[in-house]
């Protein structure tokens, strides 16, 4: 077999070596440029990528501060509102001696009040069900006043005193409870430690428990509407 060498022969300032020099370098210099744009391309989309999760990081830091600070607010309010309603719900009244009247019992506690009036903070920052569960506690409290009269208007001071505390006793235990729930949601929403309203038998979330039972039952008994607003 005869092997010819085509490179023999061929002067080095020939066309053809110096069209092929000339191909190479542009295949090299295309190669090159291609694999830096690829590289500019990935250093850029990992670029972007940990802008955006440090953006992210950013913006959940803040809303998760956002959500703590307002939290921190309406926990204290909604607990204090239902420990009132429990000093309620557990309202034994007390005996009213007054000179020509039929002694008579009155309660012990006001009926309790609710404002948001004066909170501070991004309401946004709070998950939406947890913000309705709580905008919508003052209406319930409307709602239960309402009933509460409808419910003792027949009644007789003095001989129906103590179904008239019952009933304000059954009724006001809902709207307490969701409160409590709405509080210890919130509570756990933002890391911090357990509330004492539901820490044992006696606490206020046990007492408007009990009354809550009592309620159910009456209200059983007298083939009447139980409505679940907890």
Not at 129 to 136: A, D, I, R, S, V
Request: with cysteine; hydrophobic share 40%.
């Amino acid at each position: 077999m005869i092997l010819i060498n085509l490179a023999q022969g061929i002067p080095s300032s020939s066309p053809y070596l110096v069209g092929i020099s000339a191909l190479t370098g542009v295949i090299i210099t295309l190669l090159f440029n291609a694999w830096e744009s690829k590289r500019r391309r990935k250093n850029e989309l990992e670029d972007a990528s940990i802008k955006r999760r440090n953006e992210f990081e950013d913006a959940k830091r803040i809303q998760d501060s956002d959500l703590c600070f307002i939290s921190t607010q309406l926990i204290f309010i909604l607990e204090e509102f239902a420990q009132r309603c429990a000093d309620v719900a557990g309202d034994p009244g007390e005996l009213e001696n007054r000179e020509g009247e039929q002694p008579r019992y009155v309660p012990l506690h006001d009926f309790p009040t609710l404002s948001f009036n004066g909170i501070e903070g991004n309401w946004k920052s709070l998950p939406p069900l947890l913000m309705f569960m709580t905008l919508e506690i003052p209406t319930i409290l409307r709602d239960v006043h309402q009933q509460i009269v409808q419910e003792t208007e027949h009644l007789f001071p003095g001989t129906d005193d103590h179904n008239y505390l019952r009933i304000r006793s059954g009724n006001i235990t809902p709207v307490g409870l969701r409160a409590a729930a709405v509080a210890r949601r919130l509570r756990r929403k933002c890391g911090f430690f357990d509330s004492p309203l539901s820490s044992d038998h006696w606490s206020a979330v046990g007492v408007m428990q009990r009354a809550r039972k009592l309620a159910v039952r009456t209200k059983i008994k007298n083939n009447q509407e139980i409505i679940s607003i907890e």
